[in-house]
């Protein structure tokens, strides 16, 4: 089967920094990637992880262990609008096809 | 660049009635879609792979007689949900892989909302 583990809800004050977990197992492994998502909206893509190590883009950051079978993604100098769900994705397979975590749901606050 | 549009947004129907949703790359084109429905609250449950120009390819569980898939073109899928019941109200979203894009990188649609009665 497939399965990807991330936390239910985190909650975070503007300017702090956040660090969002998941772990998965799957068939196979592609890469890993990351979504935010605000109520109503659609998913819009934040990064992608196939080979270990961390990525930077501006305040996110997204880190991946492949033989941990783990990966975070990192929010820095929290603000409002980052108030939103984030999913990790897993592509198992040589195509683009992406199997999604249950969501975290980010709540910053003044 | 790399735009998804869906249409509708919203849609309310009677049970027994059977709706279309398109979904359209504007600005690039795309050899594969894919379809999601979204609970509240839940995460995106992959319902089907669509490939222009052949069947789709559906997820376990997924009735394919029940949600009809055509990719008719590279820039258009459609998803058409037959004799719908309350129980198939959800978020309907659809994303399209750009191949010159970064790999994996799917761009999604705004979503649309099917409510039945």
């Known amino acids: 089967g497939q399965s990807l583990e991330q936390p239910s809800e985190v909650t975070a004050v503007e300017g702090a920094i956040v660090q969002i977990n998941c772990t998965y197992q799957t068939s196979g492994f592609y890469g890993l990637s990351w979504y935010q998502q605000h109520d109503g909206g659609a998913p819009t893509f934040l990064s992608y992880?196939?080979?270990?190590g961390l990525e930077e883009t501006g305040r996110f950051s997204s880190f991946l262990s492949r033989s941990d079978s783990y990966g975070y993604l990192l929010l820095q100098e929290l603000q409002m609008k980052d108030s939103a769900s984030y999913f990790c994705a897993v592509r198992p397979g040589g195509y683009n096809k992406l199997i999604f975590g249950a969501g975290t749901r980010l709540a910053v606050h003044p | 660049g790399a735009v998804v549009s869906q249409h509708p947004s919203r849609v309310i129907c009677k049970s027994g009635t059977s709706v279309k949703i398109e979904c359209r790359s504007l600005?690039?084109?795309?050899?594969?879609m894919f379809w999601y429905r979204q609970f509240p609250k839940q995460s995106l449950m992959l319902m089907a792979t669509?490939?222009?120009?052949?069947?789709?390819?559906?997820e376990q569980g997924v009735e394919k007689d029940k949600f009809l898939i055509n990719h008719a073109s590279l820039t258009l899928s459609t998803l058409t949900v037959t004799s719908a019941h309350p129980e198939d109200s959800s978020f309907y979203i659809c994303?399209?892989?750009?191949?010159?894009?970064?790999?994996?990188?799917?761009?999604f649609g705004p979503g649309t909302r099917l409510t039945v009665l």
């Open positions: 994303s399209a892989v750009w191949a010159s894009g970064i790999v994996n990188e799917q761009f």
């Open positions: 669509s490939n222009e120009g052949s069947k789709a390819t559906y």
């Open positions: 600005d690039f084109q795309a050899t594969t």
């Open positions: 992880n196939a080979l270990d």
